[in-house]
């Protein structure tokens, strides 16, 4: 069955870098566009970044545009979300998800979810 | 502040109906693009609950249905068990922000 398992998270001090990791099994990865997704404690989903089934576009929220970089390796079917600069804000769990439709077309959604890896911005 | 207003929580009893609202503007659900609901279960991730404003991915029960009409979507779930207790998402594309948004969310409360 489709599967996605997140890894990389823990405790970084603001400012520093993570590299969180998404890989994926039970599907051909490379034909899907990919998700990360973020949820801060207690509060709502918001999405982060979206990468295109080949690789060839990315696009970002605006909260971290810039810091963020998604990308991936489809010889390893994973997924990745370099993270650079980070704040206090950006302490949350963060979720890779396949994209279900086309972001080109506007119909992309999140149709399988990883159980997500949490990031602590802390000093 | 979300793009996409959902009220904070919405409760009924057993066997009850009830319905979420998703409020967009004319950037996102207004312009025609499909909504999309996820539920969240406490503790889990998000599942996808709702795809194209009404179609039910496989295994998801009938009592769940959606629809969309000018700058908003619905989300129905009839029958309503105690299981159904969870958070519930709506989300779709804005031009403006050239992204995917999500609503704040609404917590379901079974009494």
């Known amino acids: 069955q489709v599967q996605l398992v997140e890894s990389g998270g823990g405790v970084v001090q603001p400012g520093r870098s993570l590299r969180l990791s998404c890989a994926a099994s039970g599907y051909t990865f490379s034909n899907h566009g990919m998700h990360w997704v973020r949820q801060a404690p207690g509060k709502g989903l918001e999405w982060v970044a979206v990468i295109w089934y080949d690789g060839s576009k990315t696009y970002y929220a605006d909260s971290v545009k810039g810091r963020f970089t998604i990308s991936r390796d489809d010889s390893k079917n994973t997924l990745y979300l370099q993270m650079n600069s980070l704040r206090a804000e950006d302490t949350a769990v963060y979720y890779c998800a396949t994209d279900g439709g086309n972001f080109h077309s506007g119909s992309s959604h999140m149709n399988v979810w990883g159980k997500g890896t949490t990031v602590t911005v802390s000093s | 502040q979300s793009v996409l207003t959902q009220p904070p929580s919405v409760s009924g009893a057993p066997g009850q109906r009830v319905t979420f609202s998703c409020t967009g503007s004319s950037s996102n659900i207004g312009a025609g693009y499909d909504v999309y609901w996820y539920q969240q279960l406490p503790g889990t991730a998000p599942k996808l609950l709702i795809y194209?404003?009404?179609n039910r991915p496989s295994g998801v029960p009938d009592r769940f249905s959606g629809s969309k009409s000018g700058t908003s979507a619905s989300l129905a779930i009839t029958g309503l068990q105690a299981e159904d207790e969870a958070d519930y998402y709506c989300q779709c594309y804005d031009t403006s922000l050239s992204g995917v948004v999500f609503g704040g969310g609404t917590k379901l409360t079974v009494l």
């Open positions: 194209a404003n009404k």
